[in-house]
């Protein structure tokens, strides 16, 4: 029997091609190919749709607001209604549960921030005119010009797959075309995501190349495309590994790129907490680090605790929680493998392993929830091999003599997404919180209070984002509209332009 | 007779070092050294910089807006007292007349920048809260938490200066210290701009490595600035040659840095602005292209006109305006060098020589006033060679047989500051602007009509800025305040922090 190929999303319609090759995805709790075969897109076929991108960019430019809201609205609506069949999709492919994560929380988030860039869209918002009619000189953000290549995680098969997530929104919510390479662990659910998205694109009559999407292409054709002359901007969530490939290709050409590629997430436990609530931070940290098999980019993965009772009780107490839990089904084998070879790391940095370290039995892609224990000496001899991330449910517990450690420590932390302290509720831990903030401040895009680092509320005032090498520039965030708009943006002004010849809604 | 070798202010003082070597710089207009010799600080100087800009950048982050406000203004006054001797040294150093020049226009200019960054200081505009009350989560722009490594250029020794000019003023308006590089054609008058700053810092009580400045240092020691973990960010003027390298440096490291390296300001001229006004345009093009010996990054350097009788009356009407006038005093002999070198390239990629294309005679680095001619054809056999920036009074003309050709030329067009349509005031144009404007539009970051594109105002409204390599993101610009703030910033959310911790402002 010969099996078909999948087709991919390009210039406009889908389309059966060669390409370089083919690949097939597993199922991470059956450990074993799903039937689909999905193919290697040529980098022919990546300069088509870099082509057929810029020409659609030009017409969405001149595409009023309101017509890009209501294909992110009919995006919405088509989710919904394929709901059950995206939900099957994803779970086949990425083992996360169907309820409540997959049907429950993430798809509503999903088709809830396309809604909300369908609103930014509509008002226009994101534009930010400044005026200064007496000189009369305007500005304001625009598009770029050219496609965004968006390249989604595994981890969140629709709030961040590249043809649906916060990135793809965020994109066509600036008159934007996307062109979307999808996960390699999930590229059935974004196939699904894709028709929907192009049957939105059709019904409301946006240029056919608003949406292309492929699955997966040579490194040297990635890196051609996000360095290519056409190419407006990229947006990457995953490894850092692929993430500063990627970069030093598009920053040689002087081409935007967004990354979100790694974040160890350092909480600081301090000792009034501990005293007063110890056992419920134990418990809250055991709940968000093995949370959907701690493959969260908010993970708390290292965390600070005082060498004292209160500390130690802390760590065994933690140490028993992990032990004792069933782990969670990895998003596929690259999570284990990655997993097998972070924690060796960590090993070899000096960190002692207290539970877990080595993946779990069953045909299941599963790594024993594991903790590691170092002490702050041990850190400051190697900070950067103990900073080493673990994709999954590990962390490192770091104990600490004294505040001046304590802050030892954060300085040789690198850039964080998320950096949260635990204090005593009526003040005891202040003159620690106040000495340790300011350090921890400037290394983290989010700080947290009193409760772990998981779950980014979608909220204009969010900041999923932070200083390098969590992303590629501490200014810019990926959840949160408006604001994440921007990074798909241009500054434009326009000087003694005449009137009629201003874009709609620039002069007050 | 030992010449004394002119301090650097380090680490809260002035300091005579032993450094890597010296340099003497020229009096352009004679040709011959000025006396002072300056330092090349070396790379353990450069390290103790960055450890004292750190140190200060804590101390900023809790600095009141008013007080950064105080130091902005009281050095904006010590600018006035001090005019005089700044004239004098400015332009012995860059050649430029002293009146109107460098008294009457671009230090009033430099000190109302200083002024409105204290404004934006003062009201804190720049912060741009986003508040989500009920989910208790705020975000805010804030400082940087390291130094603002300033690079200024050769072309403005006030109002781009590293120590006192647009860059200087964001940075610290954001609660940023400086490290501020010295351009080699005016140390002299960065000394003393110096001097004034760090007399303010220290009247208005600021941390006194606030401000820090060196004038030349080796280049693997500026990579390592420029790319340092303690650094916040970079703010580079200059060429594109030593630009590209500090940002492989930086980028390489995930370090912001904002450049600004090129730009041949494409003018399109229409048929219809030629039948209408065509002399009258070419005298603008004329005086906009020697402004300054055509010293300007805005300069007018590429201009497109029709291959028709009117056309070439503008060419032979240019031709004989740039032949006829004398050329003035080039800022040194690197520029002199400079053109000499991008005038052969522009030739040997096709262009032909109307006029000048040579060093003129006398002792002052002068260089003749070039205009240079190509056929669209030629440009679209050697685009990239054909936009080879020639920093001075040299414009390439290209002749364009239709609309059609003019779209292809800007089609190769690479990134520019500027873009500017002249055309006919009644509309006998508009066809040929709306097929030319789009295309224009996504090139430039100020998109002007009729008019030439040098005079940058200091607007709200105003963007210095484009895409690469004009600068090295079009997002942001360097003129304009707030809006030049925002590159000196990161962004930072508070998750579930107690209001007592929150900073100050950041709720309602």
Redesign the interface.
């Known amino acids: 029997m010969t099996q078909n190929i999948a087709p991919i999303l390009m210039a406009g319609s889908w389309q059966t091609v060669a390409g370089a090759g083919t690949f097939q995805p597993d199922n991470p709790a059956l450990g074993t190919p799903l039937p689909e075969i999905y193919p290697i897109t040529s980098r022919a076929e990546v300069l088509k749709m870099l082509e057929a991108g810029s020409e659609a960019a030009?017409t969405l430019?001149?595409t009023n607001g309101a017509r890009i809201a209501e294909f992110l609205e009919a995006f919405a609506a088509g989710i919904e209604k394929q709901a059950d069949a995206l939900v099957e999709m994803a779970h086949a492919e990425t083992g996360l549960p169907k309820s409540p994560r997959l049907k429950d929380v993430e798809l509503p988030r999903t088709t809830d921030q396309l809604r909300q860039a369908a609103r930014a869209a509509r008002e226009g918002t994101w534009h930010e005119p400044?005026?200064?009619e007496a000189?009369n000189?305007?500005?304001h953000?625009?598009p770029?010009?050219?496609p965004v290549v968006v390249m989604g995680p595994n981890n969140f098969p629709f709030a961040f797959n590249s043809v649906a997530g916060g990135d793809f929104a965020a994109a066509i919510a600036a008159h934007n075309p996307v062109i979307a390479k999808a996960n390699l662990a999930h590229p059935g659910t974004t196939r699904l995501l894709a028709e929907i998205a192009f049957a939105a694109v059709n019904a409301t009559g946006l240029p056919p190349a608003t949406v292309q999407m492929f699955y997966n292409t040579p490194n040297e054709a990635g890196f051609e495309l996000v360095s290519h002359p056409l190419v407006g901007a990229t947006a990457f969530t995953g490894s850092k590994t692929a993430g500063l490939k990627l970069?030093?290709a598009a920053?040689?050409?002087?081409?935007?790129i967004y990354l979100e590629m790694s974040s160890v997430n350092p909480v600081v436990v301090l000792e009034g907490a501990l005293q007063e609530r110890g056992d419920q931070i134990a418990q809250e940290f055991f709940a968000s680090c093995t949370l959907g098999a701690g493959q969260f980019c908010t993970n708390p993965g290292f965390v600070i605790v005082p060498d004292t009772a209160a500390g130690k009780k802390f760590v065994a107490d933690a140490q028993a929680k992990f032990a004792a839990a069933n782990p969670g089904i990895l998003l596929g084998k690259r999570v284990l493998t990655g997993l097998v070879e972070a924690v060796a790391l960590l090993q070899k940095h000096g960190a002692k392993l207290l539970c877990g370290g080595k993946p779990a039995e069953g045909p299941a892609y599963r790594f024993a929830n594991t903790v590691l224990l170092a002490s702050a000496a041990d850190f400051l001899k190697s900070p950067h091999g103990l900073q080493t991330e673990a994709f999954g449910p590990v962390a490192l517990l770091v104990l600490s003599q004294n505040t001046a450690e304590t802050v030892a420590i954060i300085k040789h932390l690198e850039?964080n997404l998320?950096g949260t302290i635990y204090s005593e509720t009526t003040g005891k831990d202040d003159a620690d919180?106040a000495a340790i903030?300011?350090h921890l401040?400037?290394?983290v895009?989010?700080?947290?209070?009193?409760?772990m680092?998981t779950g980014v509320?979608v909220?204009?005032?969010?900041?999923h984002?932070g200083?390098?090498?969590a992303t590629?520039?501490?200014?810019?965030?990926a959840v949160?509209l408006p604001?994440s708009i921007?990074?798909f943006?241009?500054?434009?002004?326009?000087?003694?332009?005449?009137p009629a010849?201003l874009p709609a809604g620039i002069r007050s």
């Open positions: 030009g430019r001149a400044v005026r200064d000189k000189i305007y500005s953000f625009a770029l010009g050219g970069k030093a920053d040689t050409a002087g081409k935007p850039g998320t919180y903030e300011p401040r400037q290394r895009g989010r700080l947290v209070n009193d409760r680092p509320t909220s204009p005032a969010m900041n984002g200083p390098f090498p590629g520039h501490a200014g810019f965030t949160g604001a921007r990074r943006t241009a500054l434009h002004c326009y000087d003694n332009v005449r010849r």
